[in-house]
């Protein structure tokens, strides 16, 4: 997650559109192999505006997709 938007700004964006109903899903990594390399700070704050951040392997990422699109906890999936 390095998007290079205002940092003020994406969160707000995200947190109107939560609250206006829209599910935000923010993919921060797809792979099997490695550590995910993306914005801790900004993913943070878009996961305290609302949206879903996650980082999964291309197996799994059918499943958390599903979990989000139907309000499920992802607690289970936590560093699987």
């Known amino acids: 997650l390095y998007d290079g ?22 993919l921060l990594a797809l792979t099997n192999a490695g550590t ?16 879903v951040c996650l980082a999964c392997t291309p ?3 059918p499943q958390l997709i599903a979990a989000v699109l139907e309000g499920k906890s992802l607690d289970s999936y936590a560093y699987e």
């Open 5 to 26: 938007m205002d940092e003020t700004l994406l969160p707000q964006i995200v947190f109107r559109q939560v609250q206006a109903g829209i599910r935000i899903v923010v």
């Open 36 to 51: 995910p390399d993306y914005d801790a700070k900004m993913a943070t704050q878009l996961t305290q505006a609302g949206a």
């Open 59 to 61: 197996h799994l990422f």
